[in-house]
């Protein structure tokens, strides 16, 4: 099958490739391009730009991510933190740092869903608190994350958004 006819991958996909990927780089640690190639070679990668551009930011910043990891996660140091949710989490963080047109709530969504499918509901609900420790110390609210995500019914958001339109003094 030629590059042509070839099926799009989706965000969802794209995120899985830069994890397997990104997975892969924390055991050997080699080069970007000899990643991709091999990868490549021994199994048929099937990729798309964000998939590589995710990756290799993520690698490039490894150490600044792994940084902003260890800040969120407080008493954590990576070291000690299991390959899938270390690769997860700086996939997560490089994201919010270096993709700004990504939604927030997409992200964290990702995330958690690649811990649960690679790892455990624990490392999942990890994850997702130290996303969320992130969001919260840089000053997203919770109600803005919930309504990018749709987790709020209608009706609670159409009550907050005429709580946001009151004037203060009604």
Not at 9 to 37: K, M, P, T, Y
Not at 92 to 115: D, H, Q, S
Not at 121 to 130: K, M, R
């Amino acid at each position: 099958m030629d590059k042509a006819s070839k099926p799009k991958i989706n965000r969802r996909q794209s995120r899985d490739v830069a994890f397997c990927l990104l997975f892969e780089w924390s055991f050997h640690g080699e080069l970007f391009e000899e990643l991709v190639e091999n990868a490549r070679y021994a199994r048929e990668l099937d990729t798309d730009d964000f998939a590589l551009d995710l990756c290799k930011l993520a690698i490039e910043n490894a150490s600044e991510l792994d940084s902003l990891i260890e800040q969120y996660s407080e008493s954590w140091k990576v070291t000690r933190l299991s390959k899938v949710t270390l690769s997860v989490l700086r996939l997560a963080f490089c994201e919010l740092t270096k993709f700004e047109n990504i939604p927030l709530g997409a992200t964290i969504n990702e995330a958690v869903e690649l811990c649960k499918k690679y790892a455990t509901e624990d490392e999942a609900a990890f994850v997702n608190g130290i996303l969320g420790q992130y969001v919260r110390r840089e000053g997203v609210s919770q109600t803005a994350l919930a309504e990018e995500l749709d987790l709020l019914p209608e009706e609670e958001q159409n009550t907050l958004e005429d709580k946001s339109n009151a004037n203060p003094g009604d």
